[in-house]
């Protein structure tokens, strides 16, 4: 079956410092890919999503790139603010058959 | 504006009571599901309906059941059967539950509902 690994937190860095959060999947096929984005005391939101291999989603300076070659979807941001403190999980699939990572938890400090 | 409303957001139960959340949408998407979030770990599909009257068991069903009587609704019953109630429950919906990969369906998440057992 499918799986989403991806780096355990929690990651603390010093605001404007650059994130990589890695993914690596295993899927039959080219899945979709997805980041969301928890914020405490809430749901997951979509943070962005790629569709196929090098494709690259992209959204409120994250982004991430769809490498078939390294099955990952590497999230990065070149400067996180104190707000960008969350959980972030990487995702893939679609519809019924949406396999999530465990989450990671990002801390951003002044 | 369009999204999905869970109700309670808190709800505490005493063992051997079963408890429902609510789940309501109104983005006029086919697809619902319910998940299950605990510490360290990733969601877990407990069920999802692809249409009205119809709905399929997820990854960790036990314990569960659900209804999907409208198209915006679908409750889910956590009954005492299930062992280890305690937890983070996650509604979400989207446009359609196919599995094509297209990635047209994104899931929009509810605000969750915490549950304790006392």
């Known amino acids: 079956g499918n799986s989403v690994t991806q780096m355990e937190g929690p990651v603390t860095l010093s605001e404007e410092a650059f994130l990589t959060i890695n993914c690596t999947y295993t899927a039959t096929g080219y899945p979709s890919l997805f980041w969301y984005v928890q914020y405490p005391g809430e749901g997951l939101q979509l943070l962005l999503k790629a569709t196929k291999a090098d494709d690259k989603g992209s959204n409120k300076g994250f982004e991430a790139t769809y490498r078939k070659e390294t099955t990952s979807f590497h999230l990065e941001k070149g400067s996180v603010q104190v707000s960008d403190s969350a959980v972030y999980f990487c995702?893939?699939?679609?519809?019924?058959?949406?396999?999530f990572g465990t989450g990671t938890q990002l801390k951003v400090e002044l | 504006d369009g999204g999905i409303t869970q109700s309670p957001k808190y709800l505490f139960r005493k063992e051997g009571q079963n408890v429902t959340l609510s789940c309501e949408q109104n983005?006029?998407?086919?697809?619902m599901y319910w998940y299950r979030q605990d510490p360290g770990q990733g969601l877990r599909l407990i069920y999802y309906s692809q249409i009205v009257n119809d709905f399929q068991k997820g990854d960790i069903a036990e314990g569960y059941s659900v209804s999907r009587e409208k198209k915006e609704s679908f409750p889910l019953t956590v009954t005492s059967a299930q062992k280890n109630p305690t937890a983070f429950y996650l509604c979400?919906?989207?446009?359609?539950?196919?599995?094509?990969?297209?990635?047209?369906?994104?899931?929009?998440f509810g605000a969750g509902s915490r549950l304790t057992v006392l």
């Open positions: 979400a919906s989207s446009i359609s539950s196919g599995q094509d990969f297209s990635g047209a369906n994104v899931l929009t």
């Open positions: 995702a893939g699939g679609g519809g019924n058959k949406l396999t």
């Open positions: 983005l006029n998407h086919d697809a």
